[in-house]
């Protein structure tokens, strides 16, 4: 019997559901899938506002926050720019410990702005203490932080350099927390964040395509003054159509749909539920990497320090001798789809996304095979 290519099995067919374990975008639950299979409506007509009010509900949960949640039709990358173009005026601090934390510093370059990095080893956070010693020296206007750096698997500490950035009133916090949203607390409005953004194909396990930001009201007034924001990424502009339930372009109606079905997931998970399971595959990511090294000899390393691991991504080390590549190749001979290192640390380690809908037992099936590959 002939067997049938990946392109020709239906998107509720694919065989690899519990063992897609790259660091986004990630797998997609069936019931997801599935609820994009409805007829689209007029995003101009009372439809779309029904839709749009659900979606508000549930994306105001997921962020903590009173304020508005805007969609974007769009990757991430997109609301990185938004957030400079809106809320930066002329010179921005750059916190660094990363390749996407240095993406968002050039992101912001390209936009004409001056940019002073503030940068560490990779793997390594930032303190808050380091931040407000930077700010110190004055001039800046806005600051550029990621949460989960992805290429890491760190997590900075964005309340604490919030509470560092709040000390001066003229500087605004702009948070990048695609890998963050979704899978580690995040809370928008007690911690001061002055923009977070997040994507559609990562800890919230949807399809790529949507992406999600809030602005607090600082930083909303730094939007009505701005003179480069162009026209696509005007948050005045968002805001105001998403105050009668309407989006500033066509949206992605079907993904709407997957993102309504999926807060829904979320909500009778429970956030908190949903949170301690990231951190519980975490844990457990940590838990077999000592293992591999104290029991078996393998002398593997987390490259984020314990007690700042982001809980939705793990990058690990590899001894020398062994390469990123060749351990992504030969779990994909075993049916697992892993990531590789990103940028600077692709040869010298792999990552795990252990993020979206997956589950401890699912992970540990995967850490048994990187087991069998590394022994």
Same mark, same amino acid.
């Given at each position: ?19 897609? @374990? ?10 997801? =899938? ?49 957030? &400079? ?61 990621? $949460? ?24 605004? =916090? ?53 003179? !480069?924001?162009?026209?696509? @990424? ?58 591999? !090294?104290?029991?078996?000899? &393998?002398?593997?390393? &987390? ?32 049916? @697992? ?16 996304? $252990? ?21």
């Amino acid at each position: 019997m002939r067997r049938r290519s990946f392109v020709e099995l239906s998107p509720l067919e694919s065989t690899s559901f519990g063992r897609f @374990f790259l660091p986004g975008p990630t797998e997609i639950h069936p019931e997801v =899938l599935s609820a994009q299979n409805k007829a689209v409506i007029g995003h101009r007509g009372p439809d779309i506002k029904e839709l749009m009010g659900e979606l508000q509900t549930g994306l105001r949960d997921l962020f903590r926050t009173e304020r508005p949640v805007l969609i974007s039709t769009s990757s991430a990358t997109g609301l990185m720019e938004a957030a &400079v173009r809106n809320g930066a005026r002329s010179r921005v601090l750059s916190l660094v410990n990363g390749a996407f934390s240095q993406r968002f510093g050039q992101i912001a370059e390209a936009c004409g702005l001056e940019v002073e990095r503030l940068e560490v080893e990779w793997g390594q956070i930032i303190a808050a203490d380091q931040v407000r010693e930077r700010l110190a020296s004055g001039g800046f206007d806005a600051v550029t932080v990621v $949460h989960s750096e992805t290429s890491t698997g760190a997590l900075n500490p964005v309340s604490e350099i919030s509470e560092a950035v709040r000390e001066l009133d003229d500087v605004v =916090l702009l948070v990048d927390s695609v890998t963050g949203v979704g899978g580690a607390e995040v809370q928008t409005d007690e911690w001061g964040l002055d923009f977070v953004l997040t994507g559609s194909q990562k800890a919230l396990a949807l399809p790529p395509g949507l992406a999600f930001g809030v602005a607090s009201e600082r930083l909303m007034a730094r939007s009505a003054a701005a003179t !480069r924001k162009g026209v696509y @990424f005007d948050l005045v502009t968002f805001q105001k159509q998403l105050s009668n339930l309407q989006t500033p372009t066509t949206p992605a109606v079907s993904l709407m749909y997957a993102l309504a079905k999926q807060l829904d997931r979320i909500r009778l998970e429970g956030l908190e539920a949903r949170w301690a399971r990231h951190q519980a595959m975490a844990d457990r990511c940590g838990q077999w990497v000592d293992m591999m !090294r104290e029991q078996r000899g &393998v002398t593997l390393s &987390v490259l984020a320090p314990e007690g700042s691991r982001s809980p939705t991504v793990t990058c690990v080390a590899l001894p020398e001798g062994t390469t990123g590549p060749s351990v992504v190749s030969a779990m994909k001979e075993r049916g @697992f789809t892993i990531g590789g290192g990103y940028g600077k640390l692709k040869e010298a380690s792999f990552r795990v996304g $252990h993020m979206g809908d997956h589950t401890v037992a699912e992970l540990d099936a995967v850490l048994d095979a990187l087991g069998e590959v590394l022994t």
